[in-house]
């Protein structure tokens, strides 16, 4: 069995480990938001898509009104003149023109039958594509709520498992937290067992005296991987 710093330092060990797990879920969180958040405006931008479509046929409609009111007034002129002229000439080129403002007005209706029919199924695409995306929203809004309660839960356990840290090196000696602290800030984990010579972080073979480290009762002696830097223990497994 490892001697008690050991002991301790495994112990300091699984703690940070859970930390370090806390912190990652921690950091993962505004990018789960982010994305949470893109598809939101996504969602939003698709019903304002939708709603476009039916705003550009109503003002279609609303040229072709006023083209229609234009063409009527113009073929209102035509018939005052024409019952006003006393020349045969004057009173067939008026009614030539009469015709072909009857046509036109009788075509823009025609138009703005094809608008209004396009304008009714416009709006039933747009309010299913609103019924579904507004769901979609929800959804998605009610993932933004449990994720913001999960910040909150994950927050409150690291700052336990940070305390439970700090009670956890409080036995270790400064020279092994010292070493400790040193590995920790360039890799994980720490503390590794010593299996048939070889360290379990980088599995490369250790030196006799790393070796001698790590079966050493000594708690002032830690065995160091000669490779990689990691604390060593014998596996007696």
Same mark, same amino acid.
């Given at each position: 069995?490892?001697?008690?710093?050991?002991?301790?330092?495994?112990?300091?060990?699984?703690?940070?480990?859970?930390?370090?797990?806390?912190?990652?879920? =921690?950091?993962?969180? %505004?990018?789960?938001?982010?994305?949470?958040?893109?598809? =939101?405006?996504?969602?939003?931008? $698709?019903?304002?898509?939708?709603?476009?479509?039916?705003?550009?046929?109503?003002?279609?409609?609303?040229?072709?009104?006023?083209?229609?009111?234009?063409?009527? /007034?113009?073929?209102?002129?035509?018939?005052? !003149?024409?019952?006003?002229?006393?020349?045969?000439?004057?009173?067939? *080129?008026? #009614? /030539?023109?009469?015709?072909?403002?009857?046509?036109?007005?009788?075509?823009?209706?025609? !138009?703005?039958?094809? =608008?209004?029919?396009?304008?009714?199924?416009?709006?039933?695409?747009?309010?299913?594509?609103?019924?579904?995306?507004? *769901?979609?929203?929800?959804?998605?809004?009610?993932?933004?709520?449990?994720?913001?309660?999960?910040?909150?839960?994950?927050?409150?356990?690291?700052?336990?498992?940070? $305390?439970?840290?700090?009670?956890?090196?409080?036995?270790?000696?400064?020279? $092994?937290?010292?070493?400790?602290?040193?590995?920790? #800030?360039?890799?994980?984990?720490?503390?590794? %067992?010593?299996?048939?010579?070889?360290?379990?972080?980088?599995?490369?073979?250790?030196?006799?005296?790393?070796?001698?480290?790590?079966?050493?009762?000594?708690? $002032?002696?830690?065995?160091?991987?000669?490779?990689?830097?990691?604390?060593?223990?014998?596996?007696?497994?």
């Amino acid at each position: 069995m490892p001697h008690a710093v050991l002991v301790q330092l495994l112990i300091v060990q699984e703690r940070d480990t859970r930390r370090r797990q806390l912190e990652q879920q =921690i950091a993962a969180v %505004p990018v789960d938001r982010a994305a949470v958040e893109k598809s =939101i405006a996504t969602e939003k931008a $698709a019903i304002e898509t939708a709603r476009t479509e039916v705003k550009e046929l109503e003002t279609k409609k609303k040229l072709l009104e006023t083209e229609i009111g234009s063409a009527e /007034t113009l073929l209102g002129k035509y018939r005052t !003149q024409q019952m006003a002229v006393k020349k045969n000439d004057e009173y067939h *080129a008026l #009614g /030539t023109q009469i015709e072909t403002m009857v046509k036109q007005i009788s075509g823009f209706e025609e !138009q703005e039958l094809g =608008i209004m029919y396009n304008i009714d199924e416009a709006k039933v695409r747009f309010a299913k594509a609103e019924a579904t995306l507004k *769901a979609n929203i929800t959804g998605h809004e009610k993932k933004l709520t449990v994720l913001t309660e999960r910040l909150v839960n994950l927050q409150a356990e690291l700052n336990e498992v940070k $305390a439970a840290v700090a009670v956890a090196r409080e036995p270790a000696t400064p020279y $092994a937290l010292k070493v400790y602290d040193r590995v920790a #800030g360039r890799q994980w984990p720490v503390v590794v %067992p010593l299996r048939g010579g070889k360290c379990g972080g980088c599995h490369l073979k250790v030196s006799s005296e790393a070796e001698s480290g790590s079966r050493s009762a000594d708690p $002032a002696q830690l065995g160091i991987c000669d490779q990689c830097g990691r604390i060593l223990y014998w596996d007696f497994a």
